[in-house]
């Protein structure tokens, strides 16, 4: 099946640094990547839509020259949390889809720890 | 914000089938239903989703009412390794297959 690797699996970093995760889908090719972030005992909540080739689209609350998100390819997303904050120490998961009406596949996530 | 109303926990014998609602009422004709799940610290799973037929794989089977307001994600034989958090989610139509998820339901399979 459709598989998404993410990475890394797990950042601990002071406060004030820039961390940059990727989202790559290995067999297959991902139009539109979608960045999540979970926070422990609740669900996943849609941050932004990562488009190739256009800038990506965020959910309402979602601080977008905080979290910045590049779609180079049709395979690799990153999303850089800039200046991170302890407040942002979070569960960060993407997911690709091949098309419209297409399951989407997640990646393993990245615990992101900030002290 | 979650189309979907799923109860907050179940438990399931190890070896029997696991029923598990998902209340949909809301839905419009072209949007999908879709179960994933969730272990602990781990990315959702894909499961399995449908549209208007019931649905079976390897893994479960989805039964969708008539009147799609509702269906049912069902796990014939549950192990322990099936104990997680599982998501009925309904696909935003138009929406670039965007997926809101809500809390979703908590299945324990007890020995």
């Known amino acids: 099946g459709a598989v998404v690797s993410q990475h890394p699996s797990r950042v601990i970093c002071k406060s004030g640094t820039s961390v940059k995760i990727e989202c790559r889908s290995l067999?297959?090719?991902?139009?539109?990547m979608f960045w999540y972030r979970q926070f422990p005992k609740q669900s996943l909540m849609l941050m932004a839509t990562?488009?190739?080739?256009?800038?990506?689209?965020?959910e309402q609350g979602v601080e977008k020259d905080k979290f910045l998100i590049n779609h180079a390819s049709l395979t690799l997303s990153t999303l850089t949390v800039t200046s991170a904050h302890p407040e942002d120490s979070s569960f960060y998961i993407c997911?690709?889809?091949?098309?419209?009406?297409?399951?989407?596949?997640f990646g393993d996530g990245t615990r992101l720890s900030i002290l | 914000d979650a189309k979907t109303t799923q109860p907050p926990s179940m438990d399931c014998a190890e070896g029997r089938a696991a029923n598990l609602p998902c209340n949909h009422s809301?839905?419009?004709?072209?949007?999908?239903v879709y179960w994933y799940r969730q272990i602990h610290s781990q990315g959702p799973q894909y499961i399995i989703h449908?549209?208007?037929n019931n649905e079976t794989n390897e893994m479960a089977s989805l039964i969708i009412t008539e009147d799609r307001k509702s269906s049912t994600l069902i796990l014939p034989h549950a192990t322990l390794r099936d104990t997680a958090v599982y998501y009925c989610?309904?696909?935003?139509?138009?929406?670039?297959?965007?997926?809101?998820f809500g809390s979703g339901t908590k299945l324990n399979v007890k020995p």
């Open positions: 997911s690709a889809t091949g098309g419209e009406g297409q399951p989407q596949h």
């Open positions: 067999d297959f090719q991902a139009t539109t």
């Open positions: 990562s488009n190739e080739g256009s800038k990506a689209t965020y």
């Open positions: 809301t839905i419009s004709g072209n949007e999908y």
């Open positions: 449908g549209l208007k």
């Open positions: 989610i309904v696909r935003v139509e138009y929406n670039f297959n965007k997926f809101y």
